[in-house]
Each structure stands twice: as C-alpha cells, then as structure tokens.
C-alpha cells in the first residue's frame, strides 16, 4: 500500500508567530507522556504566550523547531546558553511523529549548536519516573546526577518591605552587571544577563537584590506572571539564585518572599539542586515543601561546573 514520504525540514527559528502552534505541540506531547506513565487523565495546558516569548527570545539562535510537510510544527527544542552554562527546554516531537529518529536529531543538533557556542556544561532535565526518556538520552551521551526538587511555601499574612529590587535601581544596567559579577566570581563563565533583562524588559518578573554594605552578595532572578495560559497569578517562581554564602541565601530567601508579598501571592517555588545540599536542607527547615522532583542529565564530556566554596548558584534548566 503506498504511503506518501514523512519527511521533515529544519532546524529553523521560530517567529513569535508559532507560540500557538508551539503551544498545542507542548500540550499534545507531555500529556501523551504523562500519560504513558500510568498518569492517565492528566491535560498539560498551554503555556502563558508570553513565557513561550520568553523561551524563544532567551534561546535566540538555539530556539529550533522542525517542520513536517504540511510546514506544520513536528518537534520543537528551545537550546539556551548562560555562558558557559548550556541547556535543553522544553522539548518535544509531536506524538505522531514519534520514533521516526526526530527526538535524536533535535537532542545532536542541540548538543552540536551549543558545542560550536563554547558551552562548557551542556545538560538537561527530565522527570525522575520517566525510564524510557533517561534510557533515550543515555544512549545520546548524557549522564544522570543530582535531582533538581521544586520547594514550594505557603506564607503568610506580613506588612511588606520595600526590598531591593532590579527595577528599582538606578541603574538597570549596573544591577545586571553586578548580578554577572557576582556569579562569575561564584561560577567562573556563567552568565545569567540575557534571563535577568528579558525578564525585565517583558515585565515577567522582577530580581531581588541583597547587599552588604555597597557590594552585592546574592540575588533571586524571578517570574510572578502565570506560567499556564488563562490561569491567575498565583505563586512567585525564582529561576535563579546566586549567594556568596548560606546567610546571604537566607537573605535572598526573607527578600523573595518580600517580592511575593508585593505582588500579592501567596506561595514561592524554589528549584533546588540537591548538589547543594546545605541550601536544600536549610529550605527544609524554613518551612518549604517538596512539590516536584527532575532528574539533571549532562553529556559526559560537558558536566556541571564547580561553584566557590560555600557559595550557592541555583539555575533552572526549566521555564
């Protein structure tokens, strides 16, 4: 019986344009996987179009989607690069065009991109319960590590602090590339300046800024707007923490929640590394909860890098 040829063109940027299409792709494909893991019932929705504007402009020339032959959106990749930080998400192949050998040219080619960038870590995160897609990206070269757990809490009823803020500066600029001081001092290469103005510049968010004295000793880069599509602003996200030590972090900590105060919230998400162990426990003990758990993956060759000793650099390889 003849079949017309499956083929696929790509990789190419997407234009703001395809976050609707985008969109159903990402829905289609993690609710076909959440539901390949027994969580039958479970609707992925749609992300909030301006976090998907985010994703695309963050990644720039990393954001790859592939085109099946209709020039409907088969597979997507969002690739970023902080530095010398690399990472991978979302990604998706549409479930129709599933184990058509896509899943592993979007990884290669993702990988390759950020190799050609000088990307010294190049890594990814994928749900701890999900074997079939540790097995996938092992035979790609990636090595499992640490979890990634997402700590909520639930706060309170205070009178807000003012807080230090990156909007609030005088200088935007300098608050950013004080931001970037501070973690290339923590993590030689690392470079978070692209999320930190992007996010001011969308108004996704905000980051709280901590000091001692006149310098600069931690900062919590983060997201208030909702992350699904048509949903309330209900909870502050923190994509990136950045202390020179755990009393900073607790600093970071007591100005975060300042912010979700300020943006009338009631609940923070933290996205903890567990190679962190200290700041891990000490979000235990302040009363956050686990909510989610992520399993990081690395390519072999291309491993997380050392942090300063004592100092904290949490970065989410998620949106």
Request: charged fraction near 25%.
């Amino acid at each position: 019986m003849w079949r017309p040829e499956r083929r696929v063109t790509g990789p190419e940027r997407p234009p703001l344009a395809d976050i609707e299409p985008l969109n159903r792709v990402f829905s289609e494909s993690f609710t076909d996987r959440y539901g390949r893991d027994g969580l039958v019932g479970v609707r992925v929705p749609h992300l909030n179009p301006l976090v998907w504007r985010y994703a695309i402009e963050d990644a720039g020339d990393g954001a790859m989607i592939w085109r099946d032959e209709e020039g409907g959106i088969a597979a997507f990749n969002m690739v970023h690069r902080s530095g010398a930080e690399g990472w991978m998400g979302p990604l998706a192949v549409r479930p129709d065009r599933q184990s058509e050998g896509l899943g592993s040219l979007m990884v290669t080619t993702g990988v390759e991109w950020l190799r050609s960038q000088g990307a010294r870590t190049i890594g990814l995160e994928t749900m701890p319960r999900t074997v079939d897609n540790i097995g996938f990206y092992s035979r790609l070269g990636f090595a499992p590590g640490h979890l990634t757990v997402t700590l909520v809490r639930e706060l309170g009823l205070r009178r807000v602090g003012a807080g230090d803020r990156l909007s609030r500066a005088t200088s935007v600029a300098a608050g950013i590339e004080a931001c970037r001081a501070l973690t290339d001092r923590l993590a030689p290469g690392v470079d978070f300046t692209r999320e930190l103005q992007l996010t001011h510049d969308l108004q996704l968010g905000d980051t709280s800024l901590v000091f001692r004295g006149s310098q600069l000793a931690g900062f919590a880069l983060w997201h208030a707007a909702p992350l699904a599509a048509g949903r309330p602003k209900d909870e502050l996200r923190l994509l990136k923490v950045v202390a020179e030590d755990l009393d900073a972090f607790e600093l970071v900590l007591e100005a975060a929640q300042d912010a979700a105060h300020g943006e009338r919230v009631r609940r923070v998400a933290v996205r903890c590394q567990t190679a962190f162990a200290d700041a891990y426990l000490h979000l235990v003990r302040r009363g956050f909860r686990v909510h989610w758990t992520d399993l990081r993956m690395t390519v072999r060759e291309h491993p997380e890098g050392a942090v300063a000793p004592g100092g904290v650099v949490l970065s989410n390889w998620e949106i």
